[in-house]
């Protein structure tokens, strides 16, 4: 059984040109060998195929392709990749401690982890691991390239093995890893080996720690551990424990002024009240604890008071220098009761799924400086005092936002940007790259007739053979989306498909739907918005709160859940996080079906019955 090579952790990351930085994701490490058989083996030796069985499906899916290589054998890293510089460390927990058939192979289809590769050890039969790092990383990226395997890590591809790429710029890595709330890199020296079972010293983690401002409640005898909490609506919150970072003269010390200021004890446990105050770094909240706390130095200036839980929450997600955010606290909505820091924190966490859809788009806001309890207003040029880092593009006398990147969408966030309007089409394309039918029911009320007909162009969609997806509006609709390949079809194209579908609907229940523009003669029909999709319109986009009450959300939903059972009240910015990560993204092949789409069969019977 080969053990994997390890790096040993640092507080510094060195420099220099002898040393190159990787991603290091958080998940379980892993052996890949291919010979006769495909074998996957943790660290541990472990057999991990049969937990994630959508690594072997999708390498046999490519047995031809790797077949010129074999026998080969990759270093590895198995993760639920969250976005391109973090896995999710808790999701891929849960699916290693799964053992039935059914759950591993649901959760294989609708979650897939993913395969991060950063070493190659063997080619056709050739252990290279006495090869520099620079030499095998050399073959490792020619052979991604030849195999036509994403050379850098993409939650929205499906191509579940990826290359984690090797970058000689670590102010420029660390930033991302800063944004996207990554556990840290690993430095490596260019004539490093592979050393089998050995931590190195060639090898250097550096891990993206938080801090947090918490006060001592316990010392635990038997081991050690000094119990860490804050305050949570004036009562005492655990949130973990510390043992390692300590210089021993200040783990004696802390000992010692726990046992001078007690105020019970047992077998178990010495007890002090809030007094004590430390700084602590870790790496992330795991079920509510600390996961990897060291100490970092005692905060004699602190009161345990201004150790709260709303701080401790504020401080979870590093953020980079030139990003500022302003009045955390400042409410947004008042039922679901959502904050300024609470809203930013969801743009984070979305952005993996959200800023494919915005990228290369001509971006209008709509900003509520006061949240729900004030006045919005639409903003398309780029304020005057936007950061440099912002992106963004004319068109027809107007300077727009590019939202290309998670600074930006966090800046935005801090302006109080809620709903987020992109055209159907990129910038500098000539057409659109998908069709969108706009389903608007005069009230929440009448909901149910954007069930119905969403139904119905499903229905027709699959006789036509088209691939499509649906989301709410995250106000009272839905919207149907179909991918379309980018400079292929013009908006008069479009045209012709959009009014079939809506005169389709008509005829088949006209006292549902309408496409009657005038309100006043709608009735209480559906309003079905074919002309909406032109050139220079736009459509809320995917994941994009609304500014509406109920802190709505544009939410993608999977076709299975469009039936009398979907309440639009149930997409919130409170639930949209959780669904993600328990369900995954329902637009996951959205950009991967533009290719693959066949509308030209259709458009050309529309055309010839014109």
């Given at each position: 059984?080969?053990?994997?090579?390890?790096?040993?952790?640092?507080?510094?990351?060195?420099?220099?040109?002898?040393?190159?930085?990787?991603?290091?994701?958080?998940?379980?490490?892993?052996?890949?060998?291919?010979?006769?058989?495909?074998?996957?083996?943790?660290?541990?030796?472990?057999?991990?195929?049969?937990?994630?069985?959508?690594?072997?499906?999708?390498?046999?899916?490519?047995?031809?392709?790797?077949?010129?290589?074999?026998?080969?054998?990759?270093?590895?890293?198995?993760?639920?990749?969250?976005?391109?510089?973090?896995?999710?460390?808790?999701?891929?927990?849960?699916?290693?401690?799964?053992?039935?058939?059914?759950?591993?192979?649901?959760?294989?289809?609708?979650?897939?982890?993913?395969?991060?590769?950063?070493?190659?050890?063997?080619?056709?039969?050739?252990?290279?691991?006495?090869?520099?790092?620079?030499?095998?990383?050399?073959?490792?990226?020619?052979?991604?390239?030849?195999?036509?395997?994403?050379?850098?890590?993409?939650?929205?591809?499906?191509?579940?093995?990826?290359?984690?790429?090797?970058?000689?710029?670590?102010?420029?890595?660390?930033?991302?890893?800063?944004?996207?709330?990554?556990?840290?890199?690993?430095?490596?020296?260019?004539?490093?080996?592979?050393?089998?079972?050995?931590?190195?010293?060639?090898?250097?983690?550096?891990?993206?720690?938080?801090?947090?401002?918490?006060?001592?409640?316990?010392?635990?005898?038997?081991?050690?551990?000094?119990?860490l909490s804050v305050f949570k609506e004036s009562k005492i919150h655990q949130i973990g424990l510390v043992i390692f970072g300590f210089k021993p003269e200040e783990k004696n010390a802390l000992h010692q002024i726990i046992k001078q200021n007690k105020t019970d004890e047992d077998n178990?446990?010495?007890?002090?009240?809030?007094?004590?105050?430390?700084?602590?770094?870790?790496?992330?909240?795991?079920?509510?604890?600390?996961?990897?706390?060291?100490?970092?130095?005692?905060?004699?200036?602190?009161?345990?008071?201004?150790?709260?839980?709303?701080?401790?929450?504020?401080?979870?997600?590093?953020?980079?220098?030139?990003i500022e955010i302003t009045h955390p606290d400042k409410p947004l909505w008042e039922e679901p009761s959502i904050r300024k820091v609470d809203y930013i924190h969801y743009l984070r966490e979305i952005s993996p799924y959200m800023?494919?859809?915005?990228?290369?788009?001509?971006?209008?806001?709509?900003?509520?400086?006061?949240?729900?309890?004030?006045?919005?207003?639409?903003?398309?040029?780029?304020?005057?005092?936007?950061?440099?880092?912002?992106?963004?593009?004319?068109?027809?006398?107007?300077?727009?936002?590019?939202?290309?990147?998670?600074?930006?969408?966090?800046?935005?966030?801090?302006?109080?940007?809620?709903?987020?309007?992109?055209?159907?089409?990129?910038?500098?394309?000539?057409?659109?790259?998908?069709?969108?039918?706009?389903?608007?029911?005069?009230?929440?009320?009448?909901?149910?007739?954007?069930?119905?007909?969403?139904?119905?162009?499903?229905?027709?969609?699959?006789?036509?053979?088209?691939?499509?997806?649906?989301?709410?509006?995250?106000?009272?609709?839905?919207?149907?989306?179909?991918?379309?390949?980018?400079?292929?079809?013009?908006?008069?194209?479009?045209?012709?498909?959009?009014?079939?579908?809506?005169?389709?609907?008509?005829?088949?229940?006209?006292?549902?739907?309408?496409?009657?523009?005038?309100?006043?003669?709608?009735?209480?029909?559906?309003?079905?918005?074919?002309?909406?999709?032109?050139?220079?319109?736009?459509?809320?986009?995917?994941?994009?709160?609304?500014?509406?009450?109920?802190?709505?959300?544009?939410?993608?939903?999977?076709?299975?859940?469009?039936?009398?059972?979907?309440?639009?009240?149930?997409?919130?910015?409170?639930?949209?996080?959780?669904?993600?990560?328990?369900?995954?993204?329902?637009?996951?092949?959205?950009?991967?079906?533009?290719?693959?789409?066949?509308?030209?069969?259709?458009?050309?019977?529309?055309?010839?019955?014109?």
């Amino acid at each position: 059984m080969l053990k994997p090579m390890l790096p040993t952790l640092a507080f510094d990351t060195p420099r220099g040109d002898e040393w190159r930085y990787e991603i290091k994701f958080d998940g379980f490490r892993a052996l890949l060998t291919w010979d006769d058989e495909i074998e996957l083996t943790s660290r541990n030796g472990k057999p991990l195929l049969p937990i994630f069985p959508e690594i072997n499906e999708f390498l046999l899916s490519y047995k031809e392709d790797f077949k010129p290589y074999l026998p080969l054998s990759f270093d590895a890293e198995l993760v639920f990749l969250e976005n391109p510089y973090k896995a999710h460390f808790g999701a891929i927990q849960v699916r290693g401690r799964m053992r039935s058939e059914e759950r591993i192979k649901i959760a294989a289809k609708t979650n897939p982890c993913r395969l991060m590769v950063f070493d190659l050890l063997m080619v056709m039969g050739e252990c290279i691991t006495d090869q520099s790092y620079k030499d095998r990383r050399k073959k490792l990226q020619s052979l991604f390239e030849n195999l036509n395997l994403p050379l850098t890590p993409d939650n929205g591809n499906p191509k579940l093995l990826q290359l984690i790429p090797s970058e000689s710029d670590l102010n420029r890595l660390w930033e991302r890893i800063v944004i996207f709330d990554g556990e840290g890199i690993v430095a490596k020296q260019n004539n490093s080996k592979w050393e089998e079972g050995k931590r190195t010293g060639t090898w250097i983690k550096a891990k993206n720690w938080k801090y947090v401002s918490c006060f001592v409640t316990a010392y635990e005898k038997s081991n050690g551990y000094f119990y860490l909490s804050v305050f949570k609506e004036s009562k005492i919150h655990q949130i973990g424990l510390v043992i390692f970072g300590f210089k021993p003269e200040e783990k004696n010390a802390l000992h010692q002024i726990i046992k001078q200021n007690k105020t019970d004890e047992d077998n178990q446990f010495i007890y002090v009240e809030p007094g004590i105050c430390l700084d602590v770094k870790y790496l992330e909240i795991y079920e509510g604890q600390l996961r990897e706390p060291h100490f970092h130095q005692f905060r004699f200036d602190l009161t345990p008071d201004a150790c709260t839980y709303d701080k401790f929450v504020f401080q979870q997600k590093n953020l980079p220098p030139d990003i500022e955010i302003t009045h955390p606290d400042k409410p947004l909505w008042e039922e679901p009761s959502i904050r300024k820091v609470d809203y930013i924190h969801y743009l984070r966490e979305i952005s993996p799924y959200m800023l494919p859809f915005l990228k290369d788009r001509l971006l209008t806001v709509i900003r509520y400086p006061h949240g729900m309890f004030g006045e919005a207003f639409y903003q398309k040029n780029v304020p005057d005092y936007a950061p440099e880092f912002v992106e963004t593009a004319k068109s027809e006398g107007i300077e727009y936002i590019v939202c290309d990147n998670m600074k930006t969408l966090l800046w935005l966030g801090n302006q109080i940007a809620i709903e987020f309007h992109i055209p159907f089409q990129t910038n500098g394309s000539k057409g659109p790259d998908e069709i969108v039918f706009d389903l608007d029911p005069p009230s929440r009320e009448y909901f149910h007739l954007a069930i119905k007909a969403a139904v119905y162009i499903k229905e027709v969609l699959d006789e036509l053979k088209l691939i499509s997806f649906i989301k709410t509006s995250g106000n009272k609709g839905l919207q149907v989306y179909i991918p379309l390949p980018a400079d292929t079809y013009t908006y008069d194209d479009t045209r012709l498909f959009t009014s079939f579908i809506a005169n389709y609907l008509v005829s088949k229940d006209p006292d549902s739907f309408t496409i009657e523009r005038m309100k006043k003669n709608r009735g209480n029909r559906l309003y079905v918005d074919y002309v909406q999709h032109a050139e220079g319109k736009t459509i809320i986009s995917p994941y994009s709160a609304r500014g509406r009450a109920h802190a709505g959300v544009a939410a993608p939903l999977f076709w299975e859940e469009v039936n009398d059972e979907l309440k639009i009240e149930n997409f919130h910015l409170g639930t949209i996080i959780p669904r993600v990560q328990k369900l995954g993204c329902p637009f996951r092949d959205y950009f991967a079906v533009k290719d693959e789409q066949n509308f030209d069969p259709v458009l050309q019977v529309l055309k010839a019955k014109k």
